[in-house]
């Protein structure tokens, strides 16, 4: 059973800077696809980045762009594996609850990495306040 737990969320700044980390277990991963969701109150959940845990290669919705930085780390020594979000000169608009996500498929187009359904696996977020 694949676990999702995320963390580092918190009341920031605009202009500031937060790392949520999304610790995985359960599978072996090198084949998944991992992504970042948000949601803002009255909002449809929408899709942040995305990274493959083959190559690392990522994906950034355009808000984000230049701003956003996901990354992964392997298990080592019985510590989860992890991806992180890096956000950095953060917005007030960037205020949401954000999730992490892990679909078994490796992604490579952005029609499959933004779309919430093609992930089987979500945690239950973590959340991101901008004050302006």
């Known amino acids: 059973q694949v676990q999702l737990v995320e963390s580092g969320g918190g009341l920031v700044q605009a202009g500031g800077s937060l790392r949520l980390s999304c610790a995985a277990s359960?599978?072996?991963?090198?084949?998944?696809?991992m992504a970042w969701f948000c949601q803002a109150p009255g909002k449809e959940r929408e899709f942040v980045g995305g990274?493959?845990?083959?190559?690392?290669?990522?994906?950034?919705?355009?808000s984000v762009k230049g701003r956003f930085t996901i990354s992964r780390d392997n298990a080592k020594n019985n510590a989860k594996n992890t991806v992180y979000l890096q956000m950095n000169n953060l917005k007030p608009e960037d205020t949401a609850v954000y999730y992490c996500?892990?679909?078994?498929?490796?992604?490579?187009?952005?029609?499959?990495?933004?779309?919430?359904?093609?992930?089987?696996?979500w945690g239950q977020g973590t959340q991101v306040t901008v004050s302006s």
């Open positions: 996500a892990a679909s078994d498929r490796t992604y490579y187009y952005a029609r499959n990495y933004k779309v919430a359904s093609k992930y089987d696996y």
């Open positions: 359960g599978r072996t991963f090198s084949g998944y696809t």
């Open positions: 990274i493959r845990w083959s190559d690392g290669g990522t994906y950034y919705a355009d």
